[in-house]
């Protein structure tokens, strides 16, 4: 059992602004590919957001969900399946907002082994299994999304 603050020793919080616009950057990316995707598949819950924005960037009107947990913020043990998918995953786009240690990519590569895999944050050891992201950040990074987090004072970096 992995303990977060064991393993994380700084927080990047993202905004709803910055994940828009951030997933529009990815938008952007899928779209100069120049392919024709048949459907995305969000990876749930983080891919959820991400999915919409690009499926409406990108005019795509099939959306369908992969459902895995693989931790809750503050233990990584192991991954439970709660929804998947049939098929190989040829023409799909799958949409997650992060990939950090791998281990949900690793099953969903498995299930849909020719899909196109596509996040917005990656971390060093998950970034090999995505076919593409936005930006990178170190593995003892955690991102906190903004719909798990709200605003409040936080002291300076140079007082802590």
Known sequence: MSNKSERYNRNYPISWEQLHRDAKVLSWRLHDLNR???????VTRGGL???AIIARELDIHLIDT??????????QDKSTILKSMDGDGDGLLIIDDLVD????????????????????YAKPAGKP???????????DTWILFPWDSESRFVAPIAGQ
């Open 66 to 75: 992969i459902c895995i947990t693989s931790y809750d913020w503050q233990n």
């Open 129 to 139: 299994l995505v076919d593409v992201h936005v930006t990178e950040v170190s593995q």
């Open 101 to 120: 240690t791998g281990g949900t990519a690793k099953i969903v590569r498995q299930m849909l082994p020719n899909a196109y895999f596509a996040t917005v």
């Open 36 to 42: 024709t995707w048949k459907g995305i598949v969000a």
């Open 49 to 51: 957001v991400p999915a």
